[in-house]
């Protein structure tokens, strides 16, 4: 069987504007404007590649896990830029969290244990 990796992916958001706003805050990431256009944000320098499309209303079909250095920090950095965090839960692989943007649109945090 062939193993498969994610090699791209998009976060549906309502305002585009918004979204980079948000998550590049959160993140530090910055916006690839030469491959945008008003319904699509590419992240700069993503791997694997990825980027916002400007939906209607936002969907929430797959959970995104994104890897952080300290889940508190990002947790709280959700709050300041007006997201939604719950309280991070321990795993074998790590602490996790389920949060959302400030527009509604959920996704994760994770802190890897060490080895992970």
Same mark, same amino acid.
């Given at each position: 069987?062939?193993?498969?990796?994610?090699?791209?992916?998009?976060?549906?958001?309502? =305002? /585009?504007?918004? +979204?980079? %706003?948000?998550?590049?805050? #959160?993140? &530090?990431? *910055?916006?690839?404007?030469?491959? @945008?256009?008003?319904?699509?944000?590419?992240?700069?320098?993503?791997?694997?590649?990825?980027?916002?499309?400007?939906?209607?209303?936002?969907?929430?079909?797959?959970?995104?896990?994104?890897?952080?250095? =300290? /889940?508190?920090? +990002?947790? %709280?950095?959700?709050?300041? #830029?007006? &997201?939604? *965090?719950?309280?991070?839960?321990? @795993?074998?692989?790590?602490?996790?969290?389920?949060?959302?943007?400030?527009?509604?649109?959920?996704?994760?945090?994770?802190?890897?244990?060490?080895?992970?």
């Amino acid at each position: 069987m062939t193993q498969v990796q994610l090699g791209y992916f998009t976060v549906d958001t309502p =305002d /585009i504007g918004k +979204a980079k %706003a948000f998550y590049g805050g #959160l993140f &530090g990431w *910055a916006f690839d404007e030469d491959a @945008s256009k008003s319904t699509y944000a590419h992240v700069a320098d993503s791997n694997p590649p990825f980027g916002f499309t400007k939906v209607e209303r936002a969907k929430d079909f797959a959970h995104l896990y994104f890897r952080v250095e =300290d /889940i508190e920090a +990002a947790c %709280a950095r959700v709050r300041e #830029l007006g &997201g939604k *965090a719950a309280l991070p839960s321990q @795993s074998a692989t790590g602490l996790s969290v389920a949060v959302c943007d400030d527009q509604g649109v959920s996704f994760s945090l994770w802190q890897a244990a060490e080895g992970f």
